[in-house]
């Protein structure tokens, strides 16, 4: 009878207990080699857990993430209990870098993005394709497409919302002007799959480590929509 | 449809300003200068960073040879990381399990269960791992040079044979070779494990050779090395695996109890134990789902006995994740020596073998592993026994991750 108590004590303890931060999310799978490879002078990195569901504030981090993404989470890849790791690498006691990644659905399967990011300006220093399950792949894992990205911020994904409405050739908006490599070949969804796998990533990173400094940028393609559908009715 | 739109939005803001035009652009954050970091609880260093729990309910019942098994259990798992202001040192992982056992019968994924009939709490994972451990006695520029290249793990783990040491076991019912081959898959150890080069990791340890208890009895323990592909293989190619070796002294009551020339060698359980392992997987995208095939082989001896064992399995599941299935076959074969049997006993046979079935229906199956509900049908055949009769085992399982 005593063991019986304390497998339901035990039992209850575990639909009791809320689970804190995890450690295991979209991991690089060698994390020392890959961060070695993305910053050839680091020294040191660390590895911090995040998850939406166990953070102060996680579930209005998720509405808005869903809101800023602009389309609907996955079930399966994108859900609120996620983990995500985020890698600091250091060169002594001095940060240089920032590196995350994330899972999205592709047509072909899971498509892993992970950006290593500029600690002080938040732009991408490089993309990298973890994992991608996609007969477009070596398309998308070729130097030339992912070196687009570079430099590119969060604020250019919030500038494109208007840009593509508003000025759809406008050499400002430098998410319209990436080229597709796959145009009309197999595969050619996840180009579309990659461009929100990215912006998954950098809204998340912005939510994580910048500090939502690209916020304005939203606030203000919101607005500037808005107005645009006003001045049309 | 989006042109008709965009005509006439552009029209309506044409000689309008810029609507990004003012907006400053991104402040750098707060210098993260490790130094300014405030002390905090010691309870938040231990629970509040890197700290995850994670819960487990097994419920199993298996029917085999007119007997009905069942085993429940409810679990937890920590995984803890510590960090120093500029690296995380170190990371620890134990899991614990509270567990029924009622009838225990031989299943595939509870053969440390057979002798633990009734309650019995058992913990499975217990291990430190330290990271990168040369790094206080070298420059900046060796640290670089040698990230993830020296790393310490002591405690209990999955043993560097095959590919459990990449393969979580811990819920699934068809299981890989160790636990058959050795008595046991997961052993006390030290070693060293990390990244030799961008093609290939290593494990180096040395093992206590005793399974479930870290125990010296008379055996000397083994030594375990396997080289594998490096992670970017996995995937870029979907390509896992290694070459292993282990040798030295075992405790295995099982393969004294089945070979008589074991016994008549052995030091009590102390079996002299040699192997050498090739193990591959693979897993390819078709249009539905994905197809993973795996391959584990050893050779070696036990005593004077040659063994040879080998696994082969293929698995689909579906591009949903809520439906999988997967096969098995496998075969271990033991020279069984030819020395007197005891008045009255039987001479065990030379193979052990068998094919299995398995069918799953997730709930959630998260591609990181870390939250996993199925329910779980296993068919097993067992082709050829060493001893006992050939049984059809049928398993029902039901388990949760989270």
Same mark, same amino acid.
């Given at each position: 009878?005593?063991?019986?108590?304390?497998?339901?004590?035990?039992?209850?303890?575990?639909?009791?207990?809320?689970?804190?931060?995890?450690?295991?999310?979209?991991?690089?799978?060698?994390?020392?080699?890959?961060?070695?490879?993305?910053?050839?002078?680091?020294?040191?990195?660390?590895?911090?857990?995040?998850?939406?569901?166990?953070?102060?504030?996680?579930?209005?981090?998720?509405?808005?993430?869903?809101?800023?993404?602009?389309?609907?989470?996955?079930?399966?890849?994108?859900?609120?209990?996620?983990?995500? &790791? +985020?890698?600091?690498? =250091? #060169?002594? @006691?001095?940060?240089?870098?920032?590196?995350?990644?994330?899972?999205?659905?592709?047509? %072909?399967?899971?498509?892993?993005?992970?950006?290593?990011?500029?600690?002080?300006?938040?732009?991408?220093?490089?993309?990298?394709?973890?994992?991608?399950?996609?007969?477009?792949?070596?398309?998308?894992?070729?130097?030339?497409?992912?070196?687009?990205?570079?430099?590119? &911020? +969060?604020?250019?994904? =919030? #500038?494109? @919302?208007?840009?593509?409405?508003?000025?759809?050739?406008?050499?400002?908006?430098?998410? %319209?002007?990436?080229?597709?490599?796959?145009?009309?070949?197999?595969?050619?969804?996840?180009?579309?799959?990659?461009?929100?796998?990215?912006?998954?990533?950098?809204?998340?990173?912005?939510?994580?480590?910048?500090?939502?400094?690209?916020?304005?940028?939203?606030?203000?393609?919101?607005?500037?929509?808005? #107005?645009?559908?006003?001045?049309?009715? | 449809?989006?042109?008709?739109?965009?005509?006439?939005?552009?029209?309506?803001?044409?000689?309008?300003?810029?609507?990004?035009?003012?907006?400053?652009?991104?402040?750098?954050?707060?210098?993260?200068?490790?130094?300014?970091?405030?002390?905090?609880?010691?309870?938040?260093?231990?629970?509040?960073?890197?700290?995850?729990?994670?819960?487990?309910?097994?419920?199993?019942?298996?029917?085999?040879?007119?007997?009905?098994?069942?085993?429940?259990?409810?679990?937890?798992?920590?995984?803890?990381?510590?960090?120093?202001?500029?690296?995380?040192?170190?990371?620890?992982?134990?899991?614990?399990?509270?567990?029924?056992?009622?009838?225990?019968?031989?299943?595939?994924?509870?053969?440390?269960?057979?002798?633990?009939?009734?309650?019995?709490?058992?913990?499975?994972?217990?291990?430190?791992?330290?990271?990168?451990?040369?790094?206080?006695?070298?420059?900046?520029?060796?640290?670089?040079?040698?990230?993830?290249?020296?790393?310490?793990?002591?405690?209990?783990?999955?043993?560097?044979?095959?590919?459990?040491?990449?393969?979580?076991?811990?819920?699934?019912?068809?299981?890989?070779?160790?636990?058959?081959?050795?008595?046991?898959?997961?052993?006390?150890?030290?070693?060293?494990?990390?990244?030799?080069?961008?093609?290939?990791?290593?494990?180096?340890?040395?093992?206590?050779?005793?399974?479930?208890?870290?125990?010296?009895?008379?055996?000397?323990?083994?030594?375990?090395?396997?080289?594998?592909?490096?992670?970017?293989?996995?995937?870029?190619?979907?390509?896992?695996?290694?070459?292993?070796?282990?040798?030295?002294?075992?405790?295995?009551?099982?393969?004294?109890?089945?070979?008589?020339?074991?016994?008549?060698?052995?030091?009590?359980?102390?079996?002299?134990?040699?192997?050498?392992?090739?193990?591959?997987?693979?897993?390819?995208?078709?249009?539905?789902?994905?197809?993973?095939?795996?391959?584990?082989?050893?050779?070696?001896?036990?005593?004077?006995?040659?063994?040879?064992?080998?696994?082969?399995?293929?698995?689909?599941?579906?591009?949903?994740?809520?439906?999988?299935?997967?096969?098995?076959?496998?075969?271990?074969?033991?020279?069984?020596?030819?020395?007197?049997?005891?008045?009255?006993?039987?001479?065990?046979?030379?193979?052990?073998?068998?094919?299995?079935?398995?069918?799953?229906?997730?709930?959630?199956?998260?591609?990181?592993?870390?939250?996993?509900?199925?329910?779980?049908?296993?068919?097993?055949?067992?082709?050829?026994?060493?001893?006992?009769?050939?049984?059809?085992?049928?398993?029902?399982?039901?388990?949760?991750?989270?």
């Amino acid at each position: 009878m005593k063991r019986i108590l304390l497998f339901l004590a035990v039992a209850a303890a575990l639909l009791a207990v809320r689970r804190a931060e995890a450690a295991v999310g979209c991991t690089l799978s060698n994390p020392a080699r890959d961060l070695k490879f993305l910053y050839p002078a680091m020294t040191t990195y660390r590895e911090e857990a995040r998850q939406l569901d166990t953070m102060s504030g996680g579930k209005a981090m998720f509405d808005a993430l869903k809101q800023r993404l602009g389309s609907d989470l996955d079930p399966v890849y994108e859900t609120y209990d996620t983990p995500y &790791t +985020l890698y600091t690498v =250091y #060169k002594g @006691d001095e940060v240089i870098g920032i590196v995350h990644g994330v899972n999205v659905p592709g047509r %072909g399967g899971v498509i892993q993005i992970f950006l290593a990011t500029d600690p002080k300006t938040a732009e991408v220093r490089q993309l990298v394709f973890q994992r991608l399950e996609s007969p477009a792949a070596r398309a998308l894992k070729a130097a030339e497409f992912r070196k687009q990205f570079e430099g590119l &911020t +969060l604020a250019d994904f =919030y #500038k494109h @919302d208007y840009y593509a409405v508003a000025e759809p050739a406008s050499d400002k908006d430098r998410v %319209g002007r990436l080229t597709n490599p796959v145009k009309g070949a197999p595969g050619e969804e996840d180009f579309t799959a990659s461009l929100r796998g990215v912006r998954k990533n950098l809204i998340l990173l912005d939510l994580f480590v910048y500090e939502r400094r690209h916020e304005p940028f939203y606030q203000r393609a919101q607005e500037a929509l808005a #107005k645009l559908k006003a001045g049309i009715k | 449809m989006a042109i008709l739109l965009a005509a006439p939005m552009v029209a309506a803001r044409a000689g309008e300003k810029d609507p990004f035009e003012g907006i400053e652009p991104p402040k750098p954050p707060p210098p993260e200068k490790p130094a300014g970091r405030k002390p905090k609880p010691w309870t938040d260093g231990l629970f509040g960073e890197n700290f995850t729990l994670k819960r487990e309910i097994m419920l199993q019942a298996s029917h085999g040879d007119g007997e009905l098994y069942s085993r429940h259990s409810l679990g937890l798992e920590v995984l803890k990381k510590w960090s120093t202001p500029t690296a995380t040192v170190a990371a620890f992982n134990t899991q614990f399990r509270f567990v029924r056992r009622d009838n225990p019968i031989e299943v595939s994924n509870d053969h440390e269960g057979m002798g633990r009939e009734g309650w019995y709490g058992e913990f499975h994972n217990f291990y430190l791992d330290l990271y990168n451990v040369f790094n206080p006695v070298m420059s900046d520029a060796a640290k670089g040079a040698n990230i993830g290249r020296f790393n310490f793990r002591i405690g209990r783990f999955y043993l560097p044979m095959g590919l459990n040491l990449q393969t979580d076991t811990h819920g699934t019912v068809l299981q890989l070779s160790n636990e058959r081959n050795f008595g046991f898959e997961r052993d006390w150890y030290a070693g060293f494990w990390g990244s030799l080069n961008n093609y290939l990791n290593y494990d180096l340890y040395y093992l206590a050779g005793s399974g479930y208890y870290p125990k010296f009895r008379s055996q000397s323990g083994m030594l375990g090395a396997r080289l594998s592909l490096a992670n970017s293989f996995d995937t870029d190619y979907g390509l896992q695996g290694g070459l292993a070796v282990m040798a030295g002294e075992r405790l295995d009551k099982m393969a004294v109890e089945r070979s008589p020339s074991v016994a008549e060698r052995a030091d009590g359980h102390a079996v002299d134990t040699f192997r050498v392992g090739l193990d591959t997987r693979y897993r390819c995208n078709i249009p539905t789902g994905w197809l993973t095939f795996t391959f584990e082989g050893t050779g070696g001896r036990d005593e004077r006995d040659a063994v040879l064992t080998q696994l082969y399995q293929a698995e689909y599941l579906h591009r949903s994740r809520k439906v999988g299935v997967a096969a098995q076959y496998r075969r271990f074969w033991q020279d069984i020596g030819r020395g007197p049997m005891m008045p009255g006993m039987e001479r065990p046979g030379d193979v052990d073998s068998s094919i299995a079935f398995d069918i799953t229906y997730y709930f959630r199956n998260d591609i990181t592993q870390s939250n996993l509900h199925w329910i779980k049908l296993n068919v097993e055949q067992q082709l050829q026994r060493q001893m006992g009769d050939r049984n059809t085992i049928v398993t029902l399982q039901y388990y949760r991750y989270w």
